[in-house]
């Protein structure tokens, strides 16, 4: 059974003390395949350093993260559009709108996010999205950008029932990580009405551990906890879904 996490941020400095154990620990589990999304230009370095250790199982993306838009915002694209150029990358992400840690750079928020679908475009990559309370204004942006070479991933997908079949038709994946385990996480109400061929799972580690360990540092190994939870709400056995799931991550980055 091979598992992809296709959101973890493995190089963050939650991990520092036991990296390299934490990752064998999801290689022991079956989760062989790593992408990891990118915050800003401060980062870069250290996820060059972990595709280097793990160049079988690490995938990078590229990207500014929204509540990294700050007044250097263009010197950070400068940086994105650089580095896709000079590297290989499976994706331009995380990028997107989020309005609930920063409402100050809203319209820097709008650009960037505009700006990097179109880079995403024209490197032929899919585009990872962050968003937090701000569907509606992440919806207006891609109904400008919506076409054959817009594809990605819905990343930390929360939102209605409505909002994920909106979602859907931009031809995006939903990322489900360890919401949906929680007691009022709410996807688990009726992600079961979205067709499997729709859903990828993530951990977003360091962040969002599932139940169990809810509250904790999260790890990728703890998306068996999402892909049982998942294999419950289909009536599917758990190998399933991981062939599934590991075929949409294929069909999204290509590899």
Sequence with gaps: MIITDTHTHLYSEAFDEDRVAIVDKALSEGVERFFIPAIDSTYTQRMLDLEQLYPEHVFLMMGLHPTHVKENYEEELVHVS?????????????????????????????LAFQRQIRLAKEHKLPIVIHCREAFEEIFEVLEDEKGV????????????????????????????????????????????????????????????APTPYRGKRNESSYIVEVLEKIAFLYNKDAEEIASITTANSKDIFGV
């Design 82 to 110: 650089k580095m896709l150029l000079e590297h290989k990358f499976y994706a331009v992400g995380e990028i997107g709108i989020d309005l609930y840690w920063e409402k100050n750079f809203f319209k820097q928020q709008q």
């Design 149 to 208: 070479d817009l594809r990605g991933i819905f990343h930390c997908f929360t939102g209605t029932l409505e909002q994920a079949k909106r979602a859907i038709s931009y031809n995006m994946k939903l990322g489900i990580g360890g919401v949906v385990t929680f007691k009022n996480g709410k996807i688990d109400t009726f992600l079961n009405q979205i067709d499997l061929k729709h859903i990828v799972l993530e951990t977003d580690a360091p962040y969002l």
